[in-house]
T-cell receptor
Framework: AQTVTQSQPEMSVQEAETVTLSCTYDTSESDYYLFWYKQPPSRQMILVIRQEAYKQQNATENRFSVNFQKAAKSFSLKISDSQLGDAAMYFCAYRRAGNAGKSTFGDGTTLTVKP | KAGVTQTPRYLIKTRGQQVTLSCSPISGHRSVSWYQQTPGQGLQFLFEYFSETQRNKGNFPGRFSGRQFSNSRSEMNVSTLELGDSALYLC???????????????FGPGTRLTVL
C-alpha cells in the first residue's frame, strides 16, 4: 500500500522569508501524481500545486515550487516570500495513475507565518 | 463556475441514528470522492463514484455507503452512528476521473458531523 509521510508536524516562517515543507512517499508504481493541498482554518481544501511523476521538470506556481526527487521518493514544497495568508495546514497527497478518485494523504504540516 | 458544494455544513446526531450528507460537484465533473478527516486518523478515503457506479472503495465498515445520481450529485449515508464517526466529511470532484491523466480533485467545504 502506498504511504505518504510528512515528518514536520509544525513549521514556522517569518513573513517574506522562504520555507520548505517535506514529504516522502512509498510506492512501487512508476506512474503516479503528487499534489500539495492547503487547508486554512476555514477547512476548505485548496490545491496548491501538482506534479506528474513522468515529468522531470519541477512544477512551479507563482511563489510555490516543488523539488521532486523521484528516485528518493521525495516531494518537498518551497514557499517563497511567505505571506500571512499562507498560514494553514499543508497536505501532501499521492495518487496512482489509473486509480482515479483515490488519493492518499500525509498527516499534514501546520505552517505559521510570523509578521 | 461554482465550486463543490456540500450540505449541510454542520450536523449533530446521537449514537444509533443515521445521517445523509450531500455533495454537488463542479458542473461537468463526473467523478465524486468522499473523505473522512479526523485529528487522529487524518484524511482517509471512503469511496469514489463515477457515472453512478462505485469505482473505488476505502477500508470503512458497511455502515458507510454512498450513491451518485445521474446529474453527478452524490450522497453518503452513515447508519448506526458511533461516537468515532464524528469528523469532517469532505467531498471532492474531478472532471472525469480519467485513468490517463492527473485529473485534479477539487474539494468542497466539508460537513462537520458531531455524534453525541
Amino acid at each position: 500500500a502506498q504511504t505518504v509521510t510528512q515528518s514536520q508536524p509544525e513549521m514556522s516562517v517569518q513573513e517574506a522569508e522562504t520555507v520548505t515543507l517535506s514529504c516522502t512517499y512509498d510506492t512501487s508504481e512508476s506512474d503516479y501524481y503528487l499534489f500539495w493541498y492547503k487547508q486554512p482554518p476555514s477547512r476548505q481544501m485548496i490545491l496548491v500545486i501538482r506534479q506528474e511523476a513522468y515529468k522531470q521538470q519541477n512544477a512551479t506556481e507563482n511563489r510555490f515550487s516543488v523539488n521532486f526527487q523521484k528516485a528518493a521518493k521525495s516531494f518537498s514544497l518551497k514557499i517563497s516570500d511567505s505571506q500571512l495568508g499562507d498560514a494553514a495546514m499543508y497536505f501532501c497527497a499521492y495518487r496512482r495513475a489509473g486509480n482515479a478518485g483515490k488519493s492518499t494523504f500525509g498527516d499534514g504540516t501546520t505552517l505559521t507565518v510570523k509578521p | 463556475k461554482a465550486g463543490v458544494t456540500q450540505t449541510p455544513r454542520y450536523l449533530i446526531k446521537t449514537r444509533g441514528q443515521q445521517v445523509t450528507l450531500s455533495c454537488s460537484p463542479i458542473s461537468g465533473h463526473r467523478s465524486v470522492s468522499w473523505y473522512q478527516q479526523t485529528p487522529g486518523q487524518g484524511l482517509q478515503f471512503l469511496f469514489e463514484y463515477f457515472s453512478e457506479t462505485q469505482r473505488n472503495k476505502g477500508n470503512f465498515p458497511g455502515r458507510f455507503s454512498g450513491r451518485q445520481f445521474s446529474n453527478s450529485r452524490s450522497e453518503m449515508n452513515v447508519s448506526t452512528l458511533e461516537l468515532g464517526d464524528s469528523a469532517l466529511y469532505l467531498c471532492a470532484s474531478s472532471l472525469d476521473g480519467s485513468l490517463a491523466g492527473p485529473d485534479t480533485q477539487y474539494f468542497g467545504p466539508g460537513t462537520r458531523l458531531t455524534v453525541l
